[in-house]
């Protein structure tokens, strides 16, 4: 998943909890446009990052880079 990807999820993940973009990025102390340029070019820091996915409810983790683990994970390691 690509950075642009990884902020629209945080994105999304706040709409579907009735947090708007602007109170997102207020309650990480950042400006609402930092927030919409980063959707294009992700320049942010990695403590804001963290701080957005928790205000999201979200958190970050990172996972062994297995293609066999990334299959069990997608549920496709045995397709139907």
């Known amino acids: 998943m690509s950075s642009i990807e990884l902020i629209n999820e945080i994105i999304a993940a706040a709409k579907a909890n009735n947090i708007s973009q602007g109170e997102l990025a207020a309650r990480?102390?950042?400006?609402?446009?930092t927030l919409s340029r980063a959707k294009k070019n992700p320049n942010i820091n990695l403590k804001t990052f963290e701080e957005l996915a928790r205000i999201a409810g979200l958190?970050?983790?990172?996972?062994a880079d297995d293609p066999v683990v990334e299959k069990i994970n997608d549920g496709t390691l045995f397709p139907s």
Do not use: S, T, V
């Open 28 to 33: 990480a102390g950042i400006r609402q446009e």
């Open 59 to 63: 958190r970050i983790k990172l996972l």
